[in-house]
């Protein structure tokens, strides 16, 4: 994540759950910077090889660091953007989209 943007290793990479993490602040390249700003209703673009998916935000939500329920597999095409809260380690800023 000092790079690139992590990919849940047990989160498909274009079908299903697609689950994402990076930083959002504190390292030399912050991905998910703006990621709080996002609200419902949003669009989201994913781009993995040829393919572009388009997302709509339908759930934010603060998680426990020990939560991984948001990222089960899913028959339905998801994508699960997950980074820190600020001032609060054990937490985590949950942001899902709906393919459209």
């Known amino acids: 994540m000092l790079e690139y943007v992590g990919h849940f290793e047990n989160t498909s990479i274009l079908n299903g759950n697609v689950g994402l993490a990076a930083h959002n602040r504190g390292f030399p390249i912050n991905y998910f910077a703006k990621l709080k700003e996002l609200e419902i209703g949003d669009e989201i673009i994913y ?23 948001y990222l089960k597999n899913t028959e339905e095409n998801i994508i699960t953007l997950i980074t820190c809260v ?15």
């Open 47 to 69: 781009k993995q090889g040829y393919e572009t998916r388009r997302y709509i935000v339908n759930n934010i939500t603060i998680i426990e660091d020990t939560d991984w329920s």
């Open 86 to 100: 600020e001032n609060q380690p054990t937490k985590r800023r949950c942001i899902q989209g709906v393919e459209i």
